[in-house]
């Protein structure tokens, strides 16, 4: 998973001057785009690291390249703070960037951001007019971990992968309901049950406290809009079963049949996924909501909560 900076999303300001650019799919031919026009490159890290706490920066460097199908060209750029989360280019610290007229080419943006290596690229581009300009938009992504837009009414993000895990097809770690550490075993005389909690706070929410920011464990709304506006394959990626859900703007999230934990086994993974919801069951507090999904259903239902489940961690954009 990936990590830049919290969730406000600050917007960085590429000004190419003298230079029209314009779209294009991989697949189609580029588009000449009109003069001004916007180009979004989103910047996420390029490996994972542990979280590390968002220091104030002023200014900080960043790598361009143009790339073409048979050369590169880089330029080293410096941004500079103009107001709250909001950086320009420094043209007095910067070089100019140019790019060949009528040749298509793209670009990637590599930058060291409060100690971390952020990375994103453009589609196809070709500048056909001299004497032209546009401003490219570089926008640090929710939170800085690598989410999924499926198009869902509350514009909420999903995480691509588990808590603590590397890859959609990867289990991640489990956690007991309520509890921000992994354990060897998940018995109920190991358990903190936070008495008195009936919804997941920031204190007692692994995501919150594992990735920072806005992420959270979902609720039970969260799960509902999901379920609502996606519809669901049981699949299989990279030889791991689990569950497609793909959303109303096309994209998609897998959810891996990891099982949960009891004891110190695993138990019914490959056959099913079960995710833990921040809040806990109402007819029987010694359990609490979780979400269920294998080759028949996908479903809310409830679990003992000092069992170790697994958590996709959700994040609101609009959520202060």
């Not at 950086?87 to 930058?111: C, G, P, Q, W």
């Not at 921040?278 to 007819?283: A, C, D, E, R």
Request: glycine share 6%; aromatic share 12%.
């Amino acid at each position: 998973m990936y990590r830049n900076v919290n969730l406000r999303l600050p917007l960085i300001y590429f000004v190419f001057v003298a230079l029209a650019f314009s779209f294009a799919s991989c697949h189609h031919e580029p588009i000449v785009l009109n003069p001004s026009v916007t180009l979004n490159i989103e910047l996420l890290k390029t490996k994972t690291k542990e979280v590390s706490s968002k220091s104030a920066v002023v200014t900080f460097d960043a790598f361009v390249k143009i790339v073409y199908e048979t050369d590169t060209t880089e330029y080293v750029c410096t941004f500079v703070e103009k107001e709250d989360d909001i950086y320009i280019l420094d043209y007095t610290r910067s070089n100019i960037m140019h790019v060949a007229l009528r040749k298509a080419f793209h670009v990637e943006v590599s930058a060291n951001y409060d100690g971390e290596v952020l990375f994103g690229k453009s589609g196809e581009l070709i500048a056909e007019n001299e004497n032209e300009a546009i401003i490219v938009v570089i926008e640090l992504g929710a939170n800085g971990y690598d989410y999924v837009d499926l198009g869902l009414p509350s514009r909420m993000l999903w995480a691509t992968c588990n808590l603590g895990a590397n890859s959609p097809e990867e289990y991640g770690n489990y956690y007991a309901w309520a509890e921000t550490e992994t354990k060897n075993t998940y018995v109920i005389g190991n358990y903190n049950y936070n008495s008195g909690i009936e919804t997941i706070d920031a204190s007692h929410d692994a995501a919150t406290i594992n990735m920072g920011g806005n992420w959270h464990i979902p609720t039970l709304d969260d799960f509902e809009e999901l379920i609502t506006n996606c519809t669901w394959t049981w699949t299989s990626m990279n030889e791991v079963d689990g569950c497609l859900l793909t959303g109303p703007n096309g994209n998609s999230m897998f959810l891996p049949a990891a099982g949960g934990m009891g004891g110190e086994e695993v138990h019914n993974d490959k056959t099913c996924g079960i995710y833990w919801l921040n809040s806990i069951f109402p007819n029987d507090t010694e359990y609490a909501w979780g979400i269920l999904s294998d080759a028949d259903t996908i479903k809310r239902t409830s679990y003992c909560r000092y069992y170790g489940q697994t958590i996709r961690p959700a994040c609101n954009r609009n959520r202060q």
